[in-house]
């Protein structure tokens, strides 16, 4: 299958590396763009729904953990050889509304996230690899973490 628009949900674990290779791998051939993103949770639950798409080279003071994020994006971008690419930080209620809105908004045709694998406990908790499966509009790759 050939895609057109590709989704890198880049959590800044060790394994962000590994996900986002696996990304460019299946972008490449067929000339896909291919966007990175990383959600911010909202820390305050009464801002109410929905995310705010945040443009990468913004100043917000007030937020700097958003710009943290920013900053982090960009490097890993680079890391991939994809700092000309699309980089976005979301501020959302959760990890899940964020990738899936983004998703939505922009029309990606395959979310690329990162899956440890987990078992017991946090497997039946879910995790955003699981949630974000459950609930997208496209394909939904998990790249296993070794």
């Given at each position: ?40 949770e909202d820390v305050n639950i009464g801002l ?61 045709d395959l979310i690329v996230v990162g899956s440890?694998?987990r078992h017991g406990l946090a497997l039946l ?22």
């Amino acid at each position: 299958m050939s895609y057109q628009h590709i989704l890198f949900a880049a959590d800044f674990s060790e394994g962000a590396l590994q996900v986002g290779e696996r990304a460019k791998e299946i972008a490449r051939p067929s000339g896909a763009r291919l966007s990175l993103i990383h959600v911010v949770e909202d820390v305050n639950i009464g801002l109410g729904g929905g995310y705010e798409l945040l443009p990468v080279l913004s100043e917000l003071p007030d937020q700097a953990l958003s710009q943290e994020a920013r900053t982090a994006l960009g490097a890993l971008a680079e890391k991939l050889g994809l700092k000309d690419a699309e980089q976005w930080v979301v501020n959302a209620p959760s990890t899940k509304e964020g990738i899936l809105g983004a998703a939505k908004e922009h029309g990606a045709d395959l979310i690329v996230v990162g899956s440890h694998g987990r078992h017991g406990l946090a497997l039946l908790l879910g995790s955003t690899a699981n949630a974000v499966l459950h609930g997208a509009p496209c394909d939904v790759l998990a790249v296993r973490i070794r």
